[in-house]
């Protein structure tokens, strides 16, 4: 392997690098952080370890050195625009997203999207072992680079890998659907430690492995046969090695939300925000990517089925709907918009007033502390996914809500359902008791609000993105003893500087 001016002990490898180059009027060039979760999420590890992020800039053709951008070497990978159309707007985002999200919409198959995926997850490896020092960690990420795991253990056995799957993964009745199932499960197999968001989809994982491999899987542990003399003798007499697939449920730097939460301009921006909307008794919000995945029609009609059954009126309640660009070249993508902004000028013609909107609709994303404005805003949360792998706009909803007011309405196929207990819970799909649950939240007491948000709180500020790293890198360790990771300082509760209620 050829000498590289720089090696790090911490790599973590993404699809994209947790930097956006932005060209100002005048032709400059500058590089400014993602606010992306995975960046918020992966920053204060790699801080702590002097690490290295490889990734993709975002850009087709777009060659560059690596930098370092806030005490992390940025190191590229460039994709060409063919490889962008195929590899990342083709296989990841219209074969493996909608398989992985239950068929919600149908997956495409392409042989040669595969083709692509394979080189660039090749190139995505090669970059990543030519960088990392002997025995090093490196923490591949998410559901577009599954191969380079299995690259990496052949190219740099020396290493210890983990992979974390940010969305969810499928029952083996659906993944078995995809024509390349058994090389994702190989490539994925290359990792120490393979995590997940869910208890089901660990579950889901060891199960395409025994059906389609045939390998032991003695929860949480996976037996990879091996050809070493020096690798343990499993139950069949055979030398594997041990793969720990479990769930490591992502969450939020709540600290920082709770701060910002606590700012007087930000409770400010919050009350202009009500007054804007005409001051109606409810404020309802939705929060998401532009996706077919997040239940955004169904919650609209729910809301508008309300409106004329006359539960509602469009005087007293109000739904704010922020959907984010995403994935616009993907014609999925522009059917779904085109199907909600027709819906949303449908129920505002039909039940709009001069000074009344019923659904105010925004396709574009703000900055965080305009999120946080909105969050206060909000008397109930809409989280009505058809399937998530976690939603943290969930999370952030709780960490905002320091008066310990607010009702979380969350679907239970999002994964924050399985910590985030106390909140209205519901089935999307069923959109009768999607319109029962919404009155519910509206009708709620005081003292019942206050219960359920302090129980959720408790549970999101106890359980952080610090505490969710630590525990991974903890995993990481716990495969090969000699490692060293230092985990991520975890943040004083901003609560215990402001004298807010954190409880």
């Not at 990342?88 to 219209?94: A, L, W």
């Not at 974390?164 to 995809?178: A, E, K, R, T, V």
Request: aromatic fraction near 8%.
């Amino acid at each position: 392997m050829p000498d590289t001016p720089a090696r790090y002990g911490f790599v973590v490898v993404s699809n994209r690098l947790p930097v956006d180059r932005v060209v100002a009027d005048d032709g400059s060039a500058s590089w400014q952080h993602s606010p992306g979760g995975l960046v918020t999420a992966l920053e204060p590890v790699m801080k702590a370890n002097d690490g290295a992020w490889v990734g993709w800039a975002g850009q087709p053709d777009l060659e560059f050195e690596p930098f370092e951008a806030d005490g992390i070497e940025i190191v590229p990978v460039p994709l060409s625009a063919d490889e962008v159309q195929r590899y990342y707007e083709g296989f990841s985002n219209d074969t493996l997203w909608p398989l992985y999200h239950d068929v919600i919409a149908a997956p495409t198959y392409h042989r040669v999207w595969w083709e692509s995926y394979v080189q660039v997850n090749q190139r995505f490896a090669d970059r990543a072992a030519e960088i990392t020092e002997e025995g090093g960690t490196i923490w591949v990420q998410d559901y577009q680079l599954q191969l380079v795991p299995k690259m990496l253990r052949e190219a740099r056995p020396d290493v210890t890998i983990g992979f974390f799957n940010h969305i969810p993964f499928p029952p083996l009745g659906i993944f078995s659907q995809l024509p390349w199932r058994q090389q994702i499960v190989e490539g994925l197999l290359g990792a120490d430690v393979i995590g997940f968001q869910r208890a089901d989809d660990a579950s889901n994982f060891s199960r395409a492995v025994r059906h389609l491999l045939g390998y032991s899987t003695t929860r949480p542990y996976i037996e990879v046969p091996v050809d070493d003399e020096s690798a343990p003798v499993s139950r069949r007499g055979t030398k594997v090695r041990r793969v720990l697939a479990k769930h490591f449920p992502i969450s939020i730097d709540a600290a920082s939300y709770e701060e910002l939460a606590a700012r007087p301009d930000v409770q400010a921006r919050a009350r202009e925000i009500r007054e804007g909307l005409g001051n109606p008794k409810t404020i309802m919000l939705g929060v998401d990517r532009l996706d077919y995945t997040k239940g955004i029609r169904h919650r609209m009609k729910a809301f508008g089925e309300l409106l004329a059954d006359g539960r509602l009126s469009v005087e007293d309640a109000t739904l704010v709907q922020v959907a984010s660009p995403s994935r616009e070249r993907v014609e999925t993508y522009k059917q779904l918009r085109d199907e909600i902004e027709l819906t949303v000028g449908r129920v505002n013609g039909d039940y709009g007033t001069m000074s009344h909107t019923a659904i105010s609709y925004h396709h574009h994303g703000y900055p965080r502390e305009e999120m946080v404005a909105l969050y206060l805003a909000a008397d109930i949360m809409l989280v009505t996914a058809l399937r998530d792998g976690m939603n943290l706009v969930a999370k952030e909803y709780v960490a905002v809500r320091r008066d310990n007011d607010g009702v979380l309405v969350l679907s239970e196929f999002a994964g924050a359902a399985d910590e985030l207990k106390s909140a209205l819970l519901i089935n999307p799909h069923d959109i009768g008791g999607l319109k029962n649950t919404i009155m519910r939240a509206v009708e709620m007491p005081k003292r019942d609000r206050t219960t359920r948000m302090r129980a959720l709180r408790r549970r999101v500020l106890e359980n952080d993105v610090a505490k969710w790293s630590a525990s991974f890198l903890q995993a990481l360790e716990n495969v090969r003893p000699g490692q060293q990771i230092t985990p991520a300082p975890a943040p004083a509760s901003a609560s215990d500087a402001t004298g807010g209620d954190a409880s």
